[in-house]
């Protein structure tokens, strides 16, 4: 094989092993995260341990953020009504982002009877991001409106990310300024965003930098051995 061709080999193969690398990198990593709420009712204080999971999909510009409760939370001493329950709920922001999500959704389809766990449909809200990276999102603050009464509940035990996204913002801004997140429910509620902590990133996206790293430098190591030939084969044929 001449050098021209063999240079043309190594630069095609050392480009294909970095696209293959940043392909592998995970875009989202999502689990199961017990949340211990306490919860501050109009009859006083009740504890609950739900097991929380947070979803998420491309949806325009955003994303499309839902949370699901495994097992009910907080009680009423009365039957509340269908349709008398209100439910809403906060998820914090971390990583490459900050703030607070507002996720909504519909009002109880059926009766609760008393003194029952109140199981809490789906709550979604749509994300969209000012800066590209690893994106974390955690169970924040529930909030149940029935009756005229508001409920109001706590993570207590500090949970983990639920859901963590690798995200791209409109544009490809990759630094500077806050979140501007907006969400709205299926039952037509709205919500937004506002600065807060930034939470730690986790392992996940820890190793889709390190794929992404691991690319950058077969394609430099690729550069460089053509760059290598090229000059061997100048000096071969001199």
Request: some cysteine; overall charge positive.
């Amino acid at each position: 094989m001449s050098y021209p061709k063999r240079t043309a080999a190594l630069a095609s193969a050392a480009a294909l092993a970095g696209a293959a690398a940043l392909a592998a990198a995970p875009a989202a990593h999502a689990e199961v995260t017990d949340v211990d709420y306490r919860c501050r009712t109009p009859i006083g204080v009740k504890s609950a341990v739900s097991p929380i999971d947070i979803k998420g999909v491309p949806s325009g510009t955003g994303y499309k953020i839902t949370m699901s409760w495994r097992k009910g939370v907080s009680s009423s001493p009365i039957e509340l009504g269908k349709g008398a329950m209100n439910p809403s709920a906060t998820i914090r922001l971390g990583g490459a982002d900050s703030g607070t999500l507002t996720v909504t959704g519909p009002a109880n389809p059926a009766a609760i009877p008393a003194d029952t766990p109140i199981r809490i449909s789906d709550l979604s809200g749509t994300y969209t991001p000012r800066k590209s990276g690893a994106v974390t999102f955690t169970a924040g603050t529930l909030t149940i409106k029935a009756l005229g009464t508001t409920t109001t509940c706590t993570p207590v035990n500090s949970p983990g990310p639920a859901l963590t996204l690798n995200v791209t913002a409109p544009g490809g801004s990759s630094a500077g300024g806050s979140a501007t997140t907006g969400g709205s429910g299926s039952a037509g509620g709205s919500g937004g965003a506002s600065g807060g902590g930034q939470l730690p990133q986790t392992g996940p996206q820890d190793s889709a930098v390190a794929l992404g790293t691991l690319g950058g430098t077969v394609l430099l190591a690729g550069a460089a051995g053509a760059l290598w030939l090229s000059r061997r084969g100048r000096t071969a044929r001199g």
